[in-house]
């Protein structure tokens, strides 16, 4: 991993203990001397400090010279970096490191770099490694390194977790039968911020989907099939065998697409505010306007453009705040996110197929009874379609139920999951 055999450790004054922040996870300031001309962090300064983080990760971890008590170095074979914005002097830099491969003699490792005070993600770099002894020869990955990286994740409330090839931020609460909560467009995990609340005696966990909140938005590599893909390596990555999903409007797509790969690994189903038809022709034209202005106006033009359908009629004079919030949210969400699950919102395919093959699955079909975008209508449909489904719709509740109306949405769903057991 490192290029070089290099056993002094210094512990300096640039590295930012934080006793909760998991090993795998380095803060490093950008000095002026790591700075060029235009007085930004140098991109080959940048590649140092990607390796010093990894440094920094040993020491906290097996220790600096666990490949050198293995006689095995890394050499690097290749290493890709993407720019995606500029540092100063003064930036505190967060890494983050996740091994992404592990074979016989070689790993990948996998590392972003986000800016502290705005979670701003800067760079993103893919390093591959070889294991050699002195002589040059292929050696095995010593077995210490490769048990430290692939350790489960720390147990908090927040977590940056490496899966699939993207860095999510994953908020994970509570012991008990696990519940996987997904958002839907263009939103993230805070929009269950009520139900991880109100759920004892559950494991929670609420991800932001690639692409929107504080994951990682890469430029491409969005469809449904991908974001299912990514809650199965999640759920790997997290020791958790089955689990009961529940998924608003876009994250009722997704978990159709789960259904259809990893139905075994799925106890029963809360589908909020969502259909399982796919898009018709006209509406498959509103996604490509939609992305022609998200290009345009970005997350903010979005929001302008979305706010207006979300909340029941009333809900934003009595309740400002909430317009506010969801508002922001949307506004944040990276245009590549936003462009990314537009295309695979038009792409997705019709799901009702996957609805009757459901059988003895309980399953929960909610829905907002002003929700202008996903009817109670639809709902109906929906529900009708699933041997084993059970309808409420939520009076006072547009398209957002869990922000709109909280404590009606938990106990639902707590009373679902008495059932689901
Ligand atoms: C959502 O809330 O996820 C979207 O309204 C879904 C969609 O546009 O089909």
Redesign the pocket.
């Known amino acids: 991993m490192l290029s070089r055999p290099v056993l002094s450790v210094f512990p300096g004054p640039y590295v930012y203990l934080d006793p909760m922040t998991p090993s795998s996870v380095i803060d490093l300031p950008v000095y002026p001397d790591e700075c060029d001309a235009f007085g930004h962090l140098n991109q080959a300064s940048f590649l140092t400090l990607f390796e010093r983080a990894r440094w920094e990760m040993l020491i906290r971890g097996p220790g600096m010279d666990v490949f050198t008590r293995a006689g095995a170095w890394p050499a690097v074979r290749k290493a890709i970096i993407d720019y995606h914005a500029a540092a100063f002097p003064g930036d505190v830099l967060r890494f983050h490191q996740a091994l992404t491969h592990h074979g016989r003699t070689s790993f990948t490792m996998r590392q972003t770099a986000r800016r502290l005070k705005d979670d701003a993600l800067l760079a993103t770099a893919e390093f591959v490694f070889v294991c050699i002894d002195r002589d040059g020869r292929p050696m095995p990955v010593p077995a210490e390194f490769g048990a430290f990286m692939r350790a489960p994740p720390e147990r908090g409330d927040m977590q940056r977790l490496t899966v699939n090839g993207v860095s999510l931020a994953v908020e994970v609460r509570g012991e008990g039968p696990a519940v996987l909560f997904v958002h ?2 263009p939103f993230d995990h805070t929009i269950w911020r009520d139900q991880i609340d109100a759920l004892d005696g559950y494991r929670r966990i609420a991800l932001d989907l690639r692409g929107m909140g504080r994951s990682d938005a890469p430029d491409l590599g969005y469809s449904m099939g991908i974001y299912a893909a990514d809650i199965a390596a999640l759920l790997d990555v997290l020791g958790i065998e089955d689990v009961v999903l529940c998924g ?4 009722g797509y997704v978990i159709f697409e789960f259904l259809r790969g990893w139905r075994h690994r799925v106890r029963g189903v809360v589908l909020m505010d969502t259909r399982a038809e796919a898009d018709g022709a006209e509406a498959r034209r509103a996604r490509d306007a939609a992305a022609a202005t998200a290009r345009e106006g970005g997350g903010a033009a979005i929001a302008e453009s979305m706010l207006p359908k979300l909340l029941a009629p009333g809900t934003a004079e009595r309740a400002p705040e909430l317009a506010e919030r969801l508002r922001r949210m949307m506004a944040a969400t990276p245009v590549a996110g936003i462009v990314g699950a537009l295309a695979a ?1 038009r792409d997705r395919r019709d799901s009702s197929d996957v609805l009757p093959a459901l059988g003895e699955m309980p399953v929960l079909v909610m829905v907002g009874e002003q929700d202008v ?1 996903t009817p109670p209508d639809s709902a109906r449909r929906l529900a009708a379609g699933i041997p084993h489904a059970r309808l409420v719709v939520v009076p006072g509740a547009g ?1 957002v139920t869990p922000v709109e109306r909280p404590a009606e949405t938990s106990a639902a769903l707590l009373e679902f999951l008495r059932v689901v057991g």
């Open positions: 839907g467009y608003l409007s876009m994250g919102m975008l398209h």
